[in-house]
Nanobody, 121 residues
Framework: QVQLVESGGGLVQPGGSLRLSCAAS????????MGWYRQAPGKQRELVAA???????NYADSVKGRFTISRDNGKNTVYLQMNSLKPEDTAVYYC???????????????WGQGTQVTVSS
């Protein structure tokens, strides 16, 4: 089994910051791309940021310059530093990763359970 566990969500005021973490555990041989998605009430789930095993990043236009994705391969962990938060950033944030479970396996896609981020004054 592979599990992705998110942490770091919470309630912050506009302009504040949060740092989300997502740790992969279980039968993890190697991790390829990792990313953060979010889903606000009544909205489709959208990609916020992604990072490849080589460190290449991709961001949604709405978060460029405010959010930073990073990863610690030794800890099988991906982070999302969120600065200058806006009310429209309010959503459940989900971790996503492509993970190879063994040397002879193909990567499979996994989702975390999500962590709530609320930006409100």
């Amino acid at each position: 089994q592979v599990q992705l566990v998110e942490s770091g969500g919470g309630l912050v005021q506009p302009g504040g910051s949060l740092r989300l973490s997502c740790a992969a555990s279980g039968s993890v041989f190697s991790i390829y791309s990792m990313g953060w998605y979010r889903q606000a009430p009544g909205k489709q789930r959208e990609l916020v940021a992604a990072i490849t095993s080589g460190g290449s990043t991709n961001y949604a236009d709405s978060v460029k310059g405010r959010f930073t994705i990073s990863r610690d391969n030794g800890k099988n962990t991906v982070y999302l530093q969120m600065n200058s938060l806006k009310p429209e950033d309010t959503a459940v944030y989900y971790c996503n990763a492509d993970i190879r479970r063994s040397a002879g396996d193909r990567p499979f896609n996994y989702w975390g359970q999500g962590t709530q981020v609320t930006v409100s004054s």
